[in-house]
């Protein structure tokens, strides 16, 4: 049990409770960008301690994610039924060296240079203060996914046949049918604004796609370039690029805005392919957010198809109110203690799913799932509600009548009032325990809480 991202941050002043929640304003920049780079240098040389400390848990219940900022609300509802949830560690992106000749290319285009952010800083560890009982009781592991991507460097590419030979035919032709492309307006006050839907020949533009991440998306801008010089010896070239205020002739736009497209969709291609590749690695389901990667994957990949996945699927996507607004520690405490209701609850689920994967109508396959768990969780729960207030007052009755025959009892039998105490209370326990096997029993006491 524990996690080693928590060992550093116990006693970091970046989970400091006051200091998260004034926004770290009495600390100076220098003092939390040094936090960090620690923070970084420790959760690389302990890269291999964590990877074992994710992989020692085997199950077919766990479960890797890209997602940008989690919503708690899905680690308290997957909690039900997830073994583990493995979730980028939002702390480990903030960490990333300053790219130099990204910030001077920044510069010269118009952009605003990035600057340290409080704010951002605040709240992710408040996001990770708040998920400190889950990571401790094992359920939800930090894993430094930004650290595959980043780059030291801006790349260099010379595009041959316009990039229409970057990926499968059959796999560039469904991103170039998502793909979407917008002009961009250099504005007078800095920076270049977006024309949404519109594309004219200009020096700037964006390339997104149809049902993908929010952050899938990328700027192009066509530059002029000049050779200087040629250095046959060194195999080197020194070249000038410069950004005219001219557009380019519509020949040269329109050959340009295809190789973007094409450029675009094998860098997010290529993060797709990566992100699935670390979560095999990690012994775990790749779970997206978004229709774009569901389909590239399901259509041009194999993909498992169990019932477990099913299962998760259907958790996933149905909301259960009433977790919303429990007590986080309380949840993973009751996840521990009553480790067969949870397996129990988990097999019920199953069973009952499985009887519905046969169902294509994604509308009647949320509301069947949305009454498996209201029978679980309002119908057999009131009956459990009934069932422990019977126990209670059976309790109450069979002591009096125990207490009151003892007298008899100790001038005939003998028996002893520690005997007919465990009597008492070995009923109860078959009561209990009878109830307990109730795989809306994890629901119920949940509620309780």
Request: glycine share 4%; with cysteine; aromatic share 10%.
């Amino acid at each position: 049990m524990g996690s080693v991202n928590y060992n550093f941050l116990a006693n970091s002043i970046l989970l400091h409770e006051k200091s998260i929640k004034n926004q770290f304003k009495n600390e100076t920049d220098e003092r939390l960008e040094n936090e960090l780079i620690a923070y970084r240098e420790f959760c690389i040389s302990n890269y291999s301690e964590l990877i074992e400390e994710i992989t020692k848990t085997n199950s077919f219940l766990k479960v890797f994610t890209s997602i940008e900022n989690t919503p708690i609300d899905l680690l308290k509802q997957t909690a039900l039924y997830i073994q583990q949830f493995i979730i980028p560690d939002p702390l480990f992106k903030l960490t990333e060296p300053k790219n130099e000749s990204s910030d001077v290319t920044s510069k010269y285009l118009g952009y605003q240079s990035s600057s340290f952010d409080k704010n951002k800083l605040s709240l992710s560890c408040k996001f990770l203060k708040n998920i400190t009982p889950m990571a401790v009781g094992n359920f939800v592991k930090l894993f430094p996914l930004s650290y595959f991507f980043e780059r030291s460097t801006i790349p260099f590419y010379a595009p041959k046949d316009q990039f229409f030979d970057v990926l499968p035919a059959e796999i560039l032709k469904y991103f170039r049918e998502k793909a979407s492309v917008s002009s961009l307006e250099k504005m007078s006050s800095g920076g270049w604004q977006i024309m949404e839907g519109t594309l004219y020949p200009c020096r700037g533009i964006a390339v997104d796609f149809k049902d993908a991440d929010l952050y899938s998306g990328m700027i192009f801008h066509l530059v002029q370039s000049e050779v200087v010089e040629v250095n046959k010896e060194s195999r080197t070239v020194l070249f000038r690029q410069t950004l005219p205020d001219t557009p380019p002739e519509k020949e040269e736009f329109d050959a340009w805005v295809n190789q973007s497209i094409n450029s675009a969709s094998r860098k997010l291609f290529n993060e797709i392919f990566q992100e699935n590749i670390i979560a095999a690695d990690l012994n775990s389901t790749y779970l997206c957010d978004n229709l774009f990667t569901s389909n590239l994957i399901s259509k041009h990949f194999e993909t498992k198809d169990s019932i477990q996945n099913f299962t998760a699927n259907q958790i996933i996507n149905i909301e259960v109110p009433f977790l919303q607004n429990i007590d986080i520690q309380k949840l993973m405490t009751i996840r521990e203690a009553d480790a067969d209701t949870f397996t129990n609850f988990r097999l019920e689920l199953e069973k009952q799913f499985r009887e519905l994967r046969s169902v294509t109508d994604e509308r009647t396959l949320k509301i069947q799932s949305e009454n498996i768990l209201h029978e679980l969780n309002d119908v057999q729960g009131e009956k459990i509600r009934q069932k422990m207030n019977h126990i209670k007052s059976q309790m109450g009755t069979n002591a009096l009548l125990a207490v009151g025959g003892l007298i008899g009892s100790f001038q005939t039998s003998g028996v002893s009032l520690a005997a007919t105490a465990l009597a008492v209370g070995k009923g109860y326990k078959d009561y209990k325990e009878n109830v307990r096997e109730n795989p809306a029993f994890l629901l119920w006491k949940i509620r309780q809480k």
